[in-house]
């Protein structure tokens, strides 16, 4: 049977969840061919990984969390959302954007925190613009990330997809890379698909 989650899909311009605008999650979809699931979190470390990280998560990507600690999408299937050039002033290559995985917060072994390794080690550092955190990977250099900067742009989902592979070094990433995706966590759950052109 499905666990049916309920997760608010609105913020206010402080970053505040509104209130009356939630709507029923299902966490538990199989049509987007996923490969593998890790555990729930714990209210403990997802606040642990928040202080860790100076930020506090939107309510309803705390919910994908208590339901499921990352997970990764099969290779052979690849699955798609769809984005837009909202934020971006170059055009666009393609109207989709694939997605590999979305990140653990902990080492599914040992327990260790993690996401903020991710975040701030060799190979991730600065990917993305500030007041951004990334929450997963799509194919090469891009990253699925949602905006913590307080204002109305709070707990919004982008894609991060740089022109050209980058490489520490390089010119410290703008806001021109981010592709708008959806307006909550909970809304870009449910613009996941599978590509049907694989």
Sequence with gaps: MAVVLSALI???????ALKGTARMVDYNRTDAVIHEKGQPCSEDQIGAIETLMRVHFPDDYRE???H???LTFDDDHPVRIKISDELSRKELDSTFGHLSALWAITD???GELRLHQRQ???EY???VPSGFVAIGNGFSSAR???CMNKGSDYGKVYYWEPAEDWEMGDILPSSEDLRF???SFAEFWQLIEADPEW
């Design 10 to 16: 609105g913020c206010s311009n402080d970053g505040a």
């Design 64 to 66: 994908f969390l208590k």
């Design 68 to 70: 499921c600690n990352g």
């Design 108 to 110: 599914h072994d040992t």
């Design 120 to 122: 701030n080690g060799y």
């Design 125 to 127: 550092n600065r990917r």
């Design 144 to 146: 699925l990330c949602i």
């Design 181 to 183: 995706v959806a307006n």
